[in-house]
């Protein structure tokens, strides 16, 4: 794979009428820059015409790849896939929707040709969402510092441009249930903000329903903390201290003659350790079924197809590796002529 100064990665699912505005944004901008530069646009097992349009488009620019995966494997998984198809110097995560502006790159890579590793997007305002979605995200990202033992700035998303020694250690952190801002927060180096407004998608709905939120946001909790693991020690202090005290105030009520109505306060505390323990489980099986899906080791993402064109029209095979990348050598991929 010839290097390139810049690779822009995009993960896509179901974006089939933005693609054309961001493929036309983005290219305004790299034109500008007069970079070596790649596209890498990931197909992640999207029902509607997004791989079509990516391969309409791929026939006019010769500097796309595209990227299509067996099947939907989520965002973090795509980008994943689309990180290791990439073979720039400097790399910038964006979303295909149009909500992280490209023209804030000439900027980003101002900062990194500064000294800068990573420079990463910090909303200051999130127009087009509801005040339930920007409430639930700060909420998020609150909790998610004050749980974490790794720095992760708040208000930010994948939106981040980087270089290839990030990228490197990146692509070497095996986890499966990936969370890839923390991840790439844990990595270190130097790391700058650029703080900025984010726009409402271009077209159609958001990728991030209520029930796709709850379950990133357990990933990212229980793949950068333990604290989770120090509940069930502190219901169990808690709710011995509770039945404790029942115990003292029903003693208390026979030593001095009355009735203390002892079934009401013993079904109080049944339930409460019921529900307590219940909840200690549940957590902790979180953690296990992480420990046992990483220890399966299955390939992260497999990539039934990459497209990229070439100067001389020819067409090449490529073969899976073991990790779910496509090297050349093997069946399964085609260049567009």
Known sequence: MAEVDLSVVAPCYNEEFVLPEFHRRLSTVCRRLNLPSELVLVNDGSNDGTWATMLELARTDRRLVCVNLARNHGHQLALTAGLSACGGRRILIIDADLQDPPELLPEMLARLEAGADVVYGQRRRRAGESIFKRTTASLFYRLIERLSAVAIPRDTGDFRLMSRRVLDVLLAMPERHRFIRGMVSWIGFRQEPLLYDRDPRFAGETKYPLRKMLRFAVDAITGFSVKPLAF?????????????????????????????????????????????????????????????????????????????????????????????????????????A
């Open 232 to 336: 069930a020690s502190l219901a169990g202090a808690g709710t011995s201290l509770v039945s404790s005290i029942l115990f003292a105030a029903a003693l208390a009520s026979w030593l001095a003659g009355g009735t203390s109505g002892g079934w009401l306060a013993a079904l109080a505390v049944a339930t409460l350790l019921g529900g307590v323990q219940l909840l200690a489980l549940g957590v902790m099986g979180e953690y296990l079924g992480r420990l046992y899906e990483q220890s399966k080791g299955r390939p992260l993402f497999l990539i039934e197809r990459i497209v990229r064109q070439e100067e001389t029209g020819r067409t090449a095979n490529l073969r899976m590796s073991p990790t779910g990348a496509a090297l050349p050598g093997g069946p399964g991929s085609s260049l567009v």
